[in-house]
T-cell receptor, first 108, second 114 residues
Framework: GQQVMQIPQYQHVQEGEDFTTYCNSS?????IQWYKQRPGGHPVFLIQ?????EVKKQKRLTFQFGEAKKNSSLHITATQTTDVGTYFC????????FGQGTRLTINP | DAGVTQSPTHLIKTRGQQVTLRCSPK?????VSWYQQALGQGPQFIFQ???????QRGNFPDRFSGHQFPNYSSELNVNALLLGDSALYLC?????????????FGSGTRLTVV
């Protein structure tokens, strides 16, 4: 239905390694938003993707929206300890439907 | 500073009691949404308020109700509390004209029902 599935649920990396989280939907998405939630914190908006095949970059973060608009990914190059947290994708506009998130931990 | 202010930050209530949570949106925002986040889960949409009206509602029982005031601030009320209502309650504000800039979330109210 309207759910978005995120994988993996957990990811542990060495500092400096890359990280990728994937968001998948069984139905076409009009848009996808990405949020980051630090441990003990609240979700913080990172980006919104709207167009098929869209790729956006924010420093070491690269966001992609699939050609079929059914999947999206967030890739972090050369992770730093400040990247620790849970990354959520969310579909929708007025009502956001969040995935379960990917929890990223980093070994310094 | 999140820009969205929620109070209280923590709350402990007994089963069957009622609770009111408060939210002041980010300056300039006119739309307020409430989410419930259980431990280890993604936020779940409760409802959204715009122009003092409930515009959309998630899959939550009528025990959950809300209000938006003329100054755009909002309250979330939960009646007849259950143990399962224990969660982090997040308020998120936005501009009605579009979600391009995403939602700004507050730090949340941690509700514990005992």
């Amino acid at each position: 239905g309207q759910q978005v599935m995120q994988i993996p649920q957990y990811q542990h990396v060495q500092e400096g390694e890359d990280f990728t989280t994937y968001c998948n939907s069984s139905t076409t998405l009009s848009n996808i938003q990405w949020y980051k939630q630090r441990p003990g914190g609240h979700p913080v908006f990172l980006i919104q993707l709207v167009k098929s095949g869209e790729v956006k970059k924010q420093k070491r973060l690269t966001f992609q929206f699939g050609e079929a608009k059914k999947n999206s990914s967030l890739h972090i190059t050369a992770t730093q300890t400040t990247d620790v947290g849970t990354y959520f994708c969310a579909r929708g506009a007025q009502k956001l439907v969040f995935g379960q998130g990917t929890r990223l931990t980093i070994n310094p | 500073d999140a820009g969205v202010t929620q109070s209280p930050t923590h709350l402990i209530k007994t089963r069957g009691q009622q609770v009111t949570l408060r939210c002041s949106p980010k300056s300039g925002h006119d739309t307020v949404s409430w989410y419930q986040q259980a431990l280890g889960q993604g936020p779940q949409f409760i409802f959204q308020y715009y122009e003092e009206e409930e515009r959309q509602r998630g899959n939550f029982p009528d025990r959950f109700s809300g209000h938006q005031f003329p100054n755009y601030s909002s309250e979330l009320n939960v009646n007849a509390l259950l143990l399962g209502d224990s969660a982090l309650y997040l308020c998120a504000s936005s501009l009605n004209r579009g979600s391009s800039y995403g939602y700004t979330f507050g730090s949340g109210t941690r509700l514990t029902v005992v």
